[in-house]
């Protein structure tokens, strides 16, 4: 069943009541060329108005952190880690903003984006683009009971690969650590 926006803001408004997120996740990538999925562990932390951090520590320590209309990554190596502004980077722009309306369901931009296909434990979304760039083929959100959270994201390609990041130790509306505010 597709959702006209209203219909779907009316249904989902819990997650405009979310002011802070912090959680763990599992990412896990499957791709046709290995036999066992590529695995991430790592941390995420969201708090509005526009700040998350996307931050892996397994494998490596690596991340991503938004912070307005800044954009910062950085890597560490040994006990040295490198930061680089990313600000002005496309590609950086185009992640916040996707992050960002999924975390917040802003219906309107979602539904700028893709189709969407209501299920009972959560969302389907479909490109509207279909173009050749367009390698995403289908997401798939799971909602917490509540509806205001995102508890896994399976994101399926059109190659046939397949992403999965589970989110778990998921705190809502608590005061972000002052230490995740810094790259």
């Given at each position: ?48 108005p ?24 950085w ?35 979602i ?8 299920r009972?434990?959560g ?61």
């Amino acid at each position: 069943m597709f959702f006209a926006a209203s219909l779907f803001a009316a249904n989902y408004s819990a997650f405009s009541e979310v002011k802070t997120i912090s959680s763990d996740f599992i990412m896990q990538r499957y791709v046709s060329i290995a036999k066992k999925p590529l695995t991430s562990l790592g941390k995420f932390y969201f708090e509005r108005p526009g700040f998350l951090r996307w931050e892996y520590t397994k494998p490596f320590a690596h991340g991503i952190l938004l912070d307005g209309k800044k954009a910062y990554s950085w890597k560490q190596i040994g006990d040295k880690k490198e930061t680089q502004d990313i600000s002005k980077q496309s590609f950086a722009k185009i992640m916040a903003k996707q992050i960002y309306i999924f975390v917040s369901m802003e219906t309107e931009e979602i539904s700028k984006i893709y189709n969407i296909e209501e299920r009972a434990d959560g969302i389907d979304l479909l490109p509207k683009d279909n173009s050749d760039k367009q390698t995403v083929k289908r997401i798939k959100l799971f909602f917490n009971k509540n509806k205001n959270a995102v508890v896994r994201v399976e994101i399926y390609d059109k190659s046939g690969d397949k992403t999965i990041i589970s989110f778990t130790n998921t705190l809502l509306n608590h005061a972000t650590p002052p230490n995740v505010l810094k790259p």
